[in-house]
């Protein structure tokens, strides 16, 4: 009982993490209570921030109210944890500016999210939606921060999981369960799906289904917005009115094409955030067995980054205006790690619970989960309180169970729909849409 432990810091974490067995002997209450252990410190904060669920108690209604929040009638400051920074001196407060318009549109918009994923996860067990389904319910807070801190006017691309980002750019619930039941009101006229959601005029880019693929495409976003502000590319420092954020997750963040277009962002100094929504796990792989640095905010050399807490919507607007203006004054790419997790598995045909427990993903939930918190802080603030938010959520359930209803009795594409957005304007001929190799005209094809 009177024995001191070292332990190295990197096995903690892996331990931490559930991912070696104990290889000692179950340890009796009092032999546990009576050892001494050294943990570093920096580890210690990595657990407590972001990876664990916490071994203590729920928060009680007095712990919430602790937050820290300054109330000036319409207008407000939440103060947020410190961001880990690389490279960078990282925000110069701690201290958050809001207002009461900004705070409740963003606890309504990450409803609106949850409660259509939950419906997308239905109506694929309905069998409604058929094919890749992957959905973003644990990780709002990163979508809607993001949209705090940057317009309309900057660009947007991402990955397969890109239902919310959809409708974070303007898009309906009605259009997007739509585009996932492949019907003629869906947001791409039912032809892209789930993971090939599309809105160019708010500047978003899909929707993209191969890992990393989006990354390349952000850096010629990034490279459109400085030629156009400066009529062609300066070499070097020179100022753009837009920036692109390019989003993809840690399971692609080895790729080589993304350290390829990282590499070319920084000697051309393109305006592009980097923004990698760590959700700890690759598919169903941890960052632990998958990467040789975990730290992602530090991977790409010498890009400056930001690791975020991205279950704090505040959080996140303040490392996206922070990463928004260094690049918009010319200096080149800069990265931010958003530290989150997704509820679901990686997709609907993963159960998400072969390389995790029950207890990790209740325990992220009751500890971190971004809609409670902002929830929290919304009746901090004196914005709404319970009944108004209970009255918030009854409205977006019917908004959600009209859309669903939409998405089934929309009709399908018509078949002349094939021939549209392909480059070419009503084309006689589309090469494998007849099913003879490729050779010869259908029958229903315009001019046939």
């Not at 997750?249 to 790729?255: F, I, K, T």
């Not at 760590?278 to 690791?307: E, W």
């Amino acid at each position: 009982r009177s024995m001191s432990v070292k332990v190295d810091a990197n096995i903690m974490l892996r331990r931490s993490l559930f991912l070696l067995p104990r290889t000692v002997a179950p340890r009796t209450a009092a032999a546990a209570r009576s050892m001494s252990v050294k943990v570093d410190a920096n580890i210690m904060l990595r657990r407590s921030l972001f990876l664990l669920p916490r071994t203590v108690a729920p928060r009680t209604a007095a712990a919430a109210r602790s937050m820290s929040v300054k109330v000036d009638g319409d207008n407000a400051e939440v103060e947020i944890s410190p961001l880990q920074a690389y490279k960078t001196e990282g925000p110069a407060s701690t201290w958050v500016k809001t207002t009461k318009d900004e705070v409740l549109s963003s606890l309504y918009d990450m409803i609106v999210m949850r409660r259509m994923e939950i419906a997308a996860d239905l109506m694929y067990k309905s069998q409604l939606i058929k094919g890749f389904c992957h959905l973003y319910d644990g990780q709002e807070a990163v979508a809607i921060g993001m949209e705090m801190g940057c317009t309309k006017k900057d660009a947007i691309v991402t990955s397969y999981r890109d239902h919310c980002l959809q409708y974070s750019r303007g898009d309906t619930v009605k259009r997007i369960l739509a585009e996932l039941t492949g019907k003629s009101g869906g947001c791409t006229a039912g032809k892209g799906g789930s993971m090939h959601m599309y809105r160019s005029e708010a500047n978003f880019y899909g929707g993209n289904g191969i890992v990393g693929a989006q990354v390349p495409l952000g850096a010629g976003l990034a490279f459109a917005a400085k030629y156009k502000t400066n009529n062609g590319l300066p070499r070097g420092q020179a100022a753009s009115d837009a920036v692109a954020f390019a989003m993809y997750g840690d399971g692609a963040a080895n790729q080589g094409q993304v350290f390829e277009a990282a590499n070319m962002a920084y000697l051309w100094k393109l305006p592009i955030i980097l923004v990698i929504e760590n959700n700890q796990y690759g598919m169903g792989t941890s960052t632990l067995r998958a990467s040789s640095n975990v730290d992602f905010y530090t991977k790409y050399d010498p890009l400056p980054g930001l690791k975020v807490d991205g279950m704090d919507c505040f959080s996140v607007k303040a490392a996206t205006e922070f990463a928004r203006k260094h690049c918009m004054d010319g200096h080149g790419p800069f990265v931010l790690e958003m530290n989150t997790y997704r509820y679901h598995g990686h997709s609907m045909s993963d159960p998400g619970l072969t390389y995790r427990s029950r207890d990790e993903v209740s325990g992220i939930r009751k500890e971190r989960d971004p809609i409670d918190k902002l929830k929290r802080i919304t009746m901090e603030l004196g914005f709404m309180d319970e009944a108004g938010i209970k009255k918030m959520e009854k409205e977006v359930r019917g908004l959600v169970d009209e859309a669903v209803e939409f998405s089934k009795t929309s009709p399908d594409p018509d078949l002349n729909e094939m021939y549209t957005q392909v480059l070419v304007d009503n084309p006689t001929y589309i090469r494998g849409t007849d099913g003879i190799y490729g050779h010869g005209k259908c029958s229903w094809a315009p001019g046939a």
